[in-house]
């Protein structure tokens, strides 16, 4: 099958006042038209950062350094300007948030933010701009759409938002919906029906999805391919079910062993004991020593470079090229 987005060793640093950090570093992914590729991992491991950088949203510049290559289609986008790279944006590849309200414009209504990327990517007229976002709404699961698009964004509930937020996103038709931890802030019942909706979305065209999330549930529902990010990189990478059934990497194991607790909010759903690095202080080696049970000599003082370890799944470990060189 062919490739819709593919991201050859992308770096994504930050030049600060204390150091460099490297928020993302040489890290590679594919996406095939249709697919959805969940990326998984802790807090801080630039899963954000990796989603910004594909959108755009990030310009190389004194303060940040972006390296490597994303092939969207046939169009390489970190080289991309700025007025091919908006054509692009919101049409061919749209971008779903936690925070609804920080993506919408508090002062339009809805009907207008709905409505003005149709116009301009899809070169509909308003009328029949405006016919589509009432299918949209509908399409969406929300009653009333001629009432919504009159409203404005905080006459609206949380869960409403996000599903207005997903019919902007899906208005233009776009080949690749990025979607950053488009649950986490509903509740659990609101939270499925989106999932399922986004599921029912895919299902009826040919999007594929990069979705980001903490949540290894919604990794196991949503998933055909899982990235799992660790300090900036990735340590492990497979088709969901045979990383679900045999995880590879001390860090993929660990996020599997560690369950969700009644009462517990979902940030703090990881209880891998130990914390993840100081990005600015890292040397080369595995950046999970710390916290791993398998820790060896090598681990300290050498990167694990990602690589098969059989089952279609690639790791970044030491232990598994020990393994090859002991027999
Ligand atoms: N503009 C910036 N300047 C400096 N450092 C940044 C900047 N943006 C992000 N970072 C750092 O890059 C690292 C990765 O951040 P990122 O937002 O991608 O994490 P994340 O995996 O999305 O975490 P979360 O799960 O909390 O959303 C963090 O250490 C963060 O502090
Ligand atoms: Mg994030």
């Not at 169009?75 to 749209?94: C, N, P, Q, V, W």
């Not at 399409?139 to 996000?162: A, D, F």
């Not at 019919?167 to 979607?179: D, R, W």
């Not at 990010?229 to 990735?234: L, P």
């Amino acid at each position: 099958m062919s490739t819709l987005l593919e991201i050859d060793r992308l770096s994504t640093h930050f030049n600060t006042e204390e150091g460099r950090i490297k928020a993302v570093d040489q890290v590679s992914l594919r996406i095939k038209p249709g697919e959805t590729v969940c990326i998984v991992g802790e807090s801080g491991c630039g899963k954000s950062v990796t989603a910004m950088s594909i959108m755009g949203l990030l310009q190389s510049g004194p303060g940040v350094e972006i390296g490597g290559r994303i092939q969207f289609g046939d169009t390489e986008l970190i080289s991309l300007d700025k007025h091919h790279l908006r054509a692009i944006r919101g049409h061919e590849i749209a971008m779903i948030f936690q925070e609804p309200m920080s993506s919408l414009n508090p002062v339009l209504t809805i009907g207008e933010q709905l409505i003005e990327p149709m116009v301009l990517h899809l070169k509909l007229n308003k009328k029949e701009a405006r016919k589509r976002a009432v299918e949209l709404i509908e399409q969406v699961g929300i009653s009333r759409p001629e009432q919504i698009l009159k409203s404005y964004p905080h006459e609206l509930s949380g869960g409403m938002l996000q599903r207005i937020m997903i019919a902007i996103a899906i208005s233009c038709q776009p080949k690749l919906l990025i979607a950053d931890e488009p649950t986490t802030a509903l509740d659990v019942t609101i939270q499925a029906q989106i999932l399922d909706m986004l599921r029912q979305i895919k299902a009826e065209s040919d999007m594929s999805i990069l979705l980001i999330t903490h949540d290894l549930g919604v990794v196991a529902e949503m998933a055909d391919y899982v990235v799992v990010m660790y300090a900036g990189k990735v340590v492990e990478e497979g088709e969901v079910t045979a990383l679900f059934e045999s995880p590879k990497h001390p860090y993929t194991q660990g996020l599997l062993r560690s369950k969700p607790v009644l009462g517990q909010r979902q940030d703090e759903l990881f209880s891998i004991p130990g914390q993840v690095p100081n990005l600015l202080d890292l040397r080369p080696s595995c950046y999970f020593q710390d916290r791993c049970a398998h820790c060896m000599d090598i681990c300290r003082t050498q990167e694990p470079a990602l690589k098969s370890v059989g089952g279609g799944q690639k790791a970044a470990c030491w232990l598994y090229e020990e393994e090859k060189r002991h027999g």
